[in-house]
């Protein structure tokens, strides 16, 4: 029986919004998604697993049709989800009285059920989020014998959302030996694998936020003889990047610009999408003036970060200062009761107005 | 201090040149690129080194700017002085790869040792800077009066502000508002303000989403659509039974009617028509009024009784016996008119009479024909008396069941309505129901935007508060300084300018960082001062600076070609001053003869070295 293993799909997020990029991206995410379905149809797999958010929030009645009729033309590969944290059953949640098509089978309950198919020998667990954060460990002392005989030989896997103190606290050691051949996580958008193969997260299948950093994709599973087997599938069409623009105090703002440019152009590969999370690093010149916010304009640009340092010598700049402003400011803001990081800004700040318009 | 030798080994144009200094007064001559200025900064990089710039002013910076003509390779020079009554050689090479500096006590021959290359720990405040604010006159101010009053006012300023005639507060503090200006146009406040208003208006229509809700499902509650579709049914299959049976009875009344129509026997054609045939719900007509009169003949009644006709015609006869009798006693005229009424009442009684009779004779005949025809109805009416009965029994039967077709139909309209009514409910809840997601997700997007927005502020003020700090600090630096310095700064000056001139001026500088004198009167701009009393007061603050910064120590005080725009009388104050009040070491570069002519002429002694030689 082959499976693919998904989770945290957050159709209807908006990505990066306010961006030139965040509808693409919108409209990306739904993509992805169809397009795994595709694949799966394709190559004939058994069995999809969605662990939760499969919506980024509560889902509307038509979003939910435009996926069932996703879900109903990839019949007869057979669906399964479970609603994790952003996409929860609640009263008034849609999910409640959705009738989905055939091959899709929900788990709607919020106290872990099991449905049997017998064409795979397999049993497949699940619970569902009603309530937006859980702090109760309800994987915790879950066994497959907890609900009833069993068929000989067969496979159990448990779709399962969460992890963290909030959201379904779980002990992966206890887990591994629960007794399931295969625990389906969804909730960290990061994918993950125990060593022992039994847990995966699948991460989510694009990146969410700016946060989703590195590949993303899915797990494609096979149960064999030996076990189930999983392996990563990196789908994403979009992945944050996070560039490093070393500077030093010999460049001008527009070959400061150039080089990062440069970089970005480097770091796409074809056929797939960045957005770029820039950080300069190095020294800079005092006199060095730029915006910033030119970074932005030069391509998909998220967040640009400052961490360069200005290129002068702190300690000779005071000693040989001692008696004026200059250095008694330095003294001074050294001695401040602030984070560090503030303080370097307080000292920078007084040292270069008093610099810009000293005559030096 | 007190330089004593000087030995330019590589530095700028000169090469091995060698010169002594004398304790007191010195004049060192020279015309136009002999080499004045390449002393002064000779002396200026043997105190603290060839200074070398990175990024800005890399090309005039001091290294480059003195690098040796000749023999690229050295640039070296040494300084002998006295300080302290020792005697130390100090050597420095200056090129880039082989800086040194080796200081030297030349009385115990020991080596001192210059950790970090400046003479500072030697000399308490001995800095480059402090060298260029105070004692070392540099040949670069402007002479035009108005410009170098500006820059005095802004170097005294600086000095008493800042301890240093570079560093500028106003424009430091200035530069920090403007930080903080572009911190603020950037603020998300209002962003929050509106997010915030968002949030509410959600909340709102969310309330209001589910009172619509829960109003909705109660009136759903009320209906049971199995009912209704029960009700609907079976009204649906009363109307149809109801239809056919109003089919059949219609059907048997037709019948009737056809067999009716064939049996009655047929009346003169002045007789309405029976009508019995079509509906059944019209009374058969007889063609006759209420009251039994045909009203055709009522129409044509006369208009006076008949009986009155005939009293006007006995009225007549009687009139013409009684005028038969009496004609002969009344006159001719009057006989003549009652004959005429006679005969006119006659006449019309005669003409009423008959005619009466004759209508009499018309209703007589015209009751009698009624009558007749009463009877032959009433004939066939015993015939169909019998039919009647029977139809009327139908047409009650009918007219029952069409009353009771009209109660279905009503009662099944009803239904419909009540159905078609429960379905607009439920659509309506379904589409309240997708508000309701549509709005919780619009609120949960907006309270995501809030926390955003909120962290934003909360580093932009981090951001501002920086710069908040560093204005504070500088600001109550610049108030220590000027209490400790610059207050003090500007008493000297006004001292030493009243020593030097003569003249008692008070010098301050006020809050709106202004150097201001004292005309007596008021205080003034300085600006306001001769070109000559601000050379000298230029002098002066310098000269009060440096007994302040270096208090008892002597320092040589070195000026470059500073007296070119003195003239005589203003020379000779100052030199005057110098050579009997001024207990240090003082280094005059000129390129005229002046000073020595001054010196000269008041017997003053100077050691005078040429440097064209």
């Keep these: 029986m082959r499976f693919f293993h998904l989770a945290d799909v957050h159709l209807g997020a908006v990505p990066d919004k306010g961006t030139a990029w965040s509808d693409e991206r919108a409209r990306g995410i739904y993509e992805s998604f169809y397009q795994v379905l595709e694949t799966a149809r394709l190559e004939q797999v058994d069995g999809v697993f969605i662990c939760g958010d499969l919506f980024h929030r509560q889902p509307l009645l038509r979003e939910l049709k435009e996926v069932s009729y996703h879900f109903a033309r990839c019949a007869p590969v057979r669906i399964f989800i479970i609603a994790g944290n952003h996409d929860p059953v609640t009263e008034r949640s849609n999910y409640v009285n959705y009738s989905w098509p055939d091959n899709v089978i929900f788990f709607k309950g919020d106290a872990c059920a099991r449905t049997y198919i017998s064409e795979w020998n397999c049993y497949i667990y699940g619970l569902s989020y009603h ?12 066994r497959p014998d907890l609900f009833g005989a069993a068929a000989p030989d067969s496979t159990h896997i448990l779709l399962a959302h969460g992890g963290d103190s909030r959201h379904i606290p779980v002990h992966f050691n206890e887990l591994e030996n629960a007794g399931f051949d295969y625990i389906a996580f969804g909730h960290i958008h990061r994918p993950w694998l125990a060593k022992s193969g039994r847990i995966a997260y699948s991460g989510a299948l694009e990146p969410v936020d700016k946060e989703d950093e590195g590949p993303h994709g899915y797990m494609e599973g096979e149960v064999t003889a030996k076990g189930v087997r999983v392996r990563f599938v990196p789908q994403a069409t979009w992945t944050y990047v996070n560039l490093n623009v070393e500077i030093n105090g ?6 400061i610009k150039d080089r990062a440019k440069q970089l970005m152009d480097r770091a796409v590969k074809p056929g797939r999408k960045a957005v770029f999370k820039v950080t300069i690093i190095g020294t800079r010149d005092m006199d060095m003036v730029w915006d910033l916010d030119e970074l932005y304009r030069l391509g998909q640009v998220i967040q640009v970060t400052d961490a360069s340092e200005y290129d002068i010598d702190i300690e000779r700049l005071y000693s040989q200062n001692k008696d004026n402003l200059l250095g008694r400011f330095i003294e001074r803001a050294k001695d401040l009761d602030m984070d560090e990081d503030m303080k370097k800004k307080v000292l920078y700040y007084g040292i270069r107005s008093l610099y810009d318009t000293g005559d030096r | 201090m007190i330089i004593k030798e000087l030995w330019l080994t590589h ?6 040149f060698h010169m002594e200094l004398g304790p007191s007064m010195n004049i060192i001559s020279g015309g136009n690129e002999a080499g004045k200025s390449t002393v002064y900064h000779f002396i200026e990089a043997m105190f603290f080194g060839a200074r070398r710039l990175r990024g800005r002013a890399a090309s005039s910076d001091m290294y480059s700017r003195f690098q040796p003509w000749e023999g690229k390779n050295s640039y070296e020079g040494t300084m002998i002085f006295e300080h302290q009554g020792m005697t130390y050689r100090l050597y420095r090479n200056f090129y880039k790869t082989e800086v040194s500096v080796t200081l030297v ?3 115990t021959n020991k080596v ?20 260029e604010n105070t004692i070392g006159v540099a040949q670069t101010q402007s002479r035009l009066s108005r410009s170098f009053a500006r820059t005095l006012q802004t170097q005294a300023v600086n000095m008493a502000m800042t301890g240093s005639s570079r560093l500028r507060l106003d424009s430091a503090l200035e530069c920090l508002e403007r930080e903080r200006r572009r911190l603020r146009r950037g603020s998300a406040d209002g962003e929050l303000e509106a997010l915030g208003k968002k949030e509410t208006y959600c909340r709102q229509e969310l309330e209001e989403n589910r009172q619509r809700l829960e109003m909705l499902d109660g009136e759903l509650e009320k209906f049971s659509e199995e009912d209704l579709k029960r009700k609907l049914e079976s009204s649906e299959k009363g109307l149809e039974s109801c239809q056919m049976a109003i089919g059949a009875l219609s059907e048997k009344l037709s019948q009737h009617a056809a067999q009716a129509g064939r049996n009655r026997a047929p009346l003169s054609p002045r007789q309405p028509p029976l009508g019995s045939h079509g509906s059944s719900t019209d009374r058969p007509s007889y063609g006759l009024t209420s009251h039994g009169h045909d009203p055709r003949l009522e129409k044509t009644g006369s208009r006076l009784p008949v009986w009155l006709y005939g009293v006007l015609l006995v009225a007549g006869i009687l009139t013409g016996v009684i005028l038969a009798g009496i004609h002969e006693h009344i006159p001719l005229p009057a006989l003549r008119l009652f004959l005429v009424l006679t005969a006119f009442l006659m006449v019309c009684g005669l003409l009423g009479f008959v005619r009466g009779i004759f209508e009499q004779r018309r209703e007589l005949s015209g009751r009698a ?15 169909e008396e019998s039919h009647g009965r029977e139809a009327a029994g139908l047409q009650m039967e009918l007219a029952r069941m069409e009353e009771k077709k009209r109660a279905l139909e009503q009662r099944h309209k009803i239904c419909l309505q009540a159905l078609e009514q429960y379905r607009q409910i439920r659509e309506r809840r379904a589409w309240e129901q997708e508000q309701y997601s549509r709005i919780s997700n619009t609120l949960e997007d907006v309270i995501e935007e809030d926390q955003r927005l909120r962290d934003k502020i909360r580093e932009e003020k981090k951001e501002e508060l920086c710069v908040d700090t560093a204005r504070k600090i500088l600001e109550e630096l610049a108030g220590e300084i000027h209490e400790s310095f610059g207050k003090p700064l500007a008493d000297r000056a006004s001292e030493l300018m009243n020593r030097i001139t003569g003249e008692e001026r008070q010098f301050i500088i006020n809050e709106k960082l202004e150097m201001m004198v004292d005309n007596s009167q008021d205080f003034v701009p300085v600006s306001r001062l001769s070109e000559g009393a601000l050379e000298q007061l230029y002098l002066a603050v310098r000269l009060g600076a440096a007994k302040l910064l270096f208090k008892d120590a002597t320092v040589p005080l070195i000026l470059d070609d500073t007296f070119a725009y003195y003239d005589d009388q203003r020379l000779r104050t100052v030199l005057s001053w110098f050579a009997s009040e001024y207990k240090g070491q003082v280094i005059v570069l000129t390129c005229q003869h002046r000073e020595c002519d001054i010196l000269d002429g008041l017997n003053e002694d100077y050691n005078y070295v040429n440097l064209e030689r």
């Design chain 1, 250 to 255: 010999q460049m001008s703002w527009e070959e």
């Design chain 2, 11 to 16: 530095f700028g144009k000169f090469h091995d």
């Design chain 2, 369 to 383: 024909f009624d009558e007749e025809r009463h009877r032959s109805i009433r004939e066939s009416d015993g015939e």
């Design chain 2, 105 to 107: 006590c030349l009385d």
């Design chain 1, 131 to 142: 309530d937006r954060e859980i702090i109760r460990p309800l994987y915790a002392n879950l």
């Design chain 2, 112 to 131: 001192i040792p210059l950790p970090d290359g400046t003479l500072e720990n030697f000399i308490e405040n001995f800095t480059e800077e402090n060298f």
